[in-house]
């Protein structure tokens, strides 16, 4: 069954690193704008990071840019997510799709990772 397959989360303290990595059991991500969302408790999901299929430009939302790194790694038909500095309002669980240009999801949705940043 081909499905999004999120996975790296964990339990850090503020100001470590958590490296994401979204991946898919059937189909190529390089062909497609994929981004990284993530869900706080009681909150709507939001877009955090995004990297196109033509080029890999890169877009960040205002609160993780320059503390978040979207990569692709082609060997592994992976989209990973580097974070770093992290901070308690970085807590969600953290979703990969593919993206239309309108930034709307494309694909199922798949179970997530937890990300929780607590001293």
């Known amino acids: 069954q081909v499905q999004l397959v999120e996975s790296g989360g964990g339990l850090v303290q503020p100001g470590e690193s958590l490296r994401l990595s979204c991946a898919d059991s059937?189909?190529?991500?390089?062909?497609?704008?994929i981004g990284w969302f993530r869900q706080a408790a009681g909150k709507e999901r939001e877009l955090v990071a995004r990297i196109y299929s033509d080029g890999g430009a890169t877009y960040y939302a205002d609160s993780v840019k320059t503390r978040f790194a979207i990569s692709r790694d082609i060997v592994e038909n992976t989209v990973d997510l580097q974070m770093n500095n992290l901070k308690p309002e970085d807590t969600a669980v953290y979703f990969c799709?593919?993206?239309?240009?309108?930034?709307?999801?494309?694909?199922?949705w798949g179970q997530g990772t937890q990300v929780t940043v607590s001293s």
């Open positions: 059937g189909r190529t991500l390089s062909r497609y704008t």
């Open positions: 799709n593919r993206l239309t240009v309108w930034n709307r999801p494309v694909w199922s």
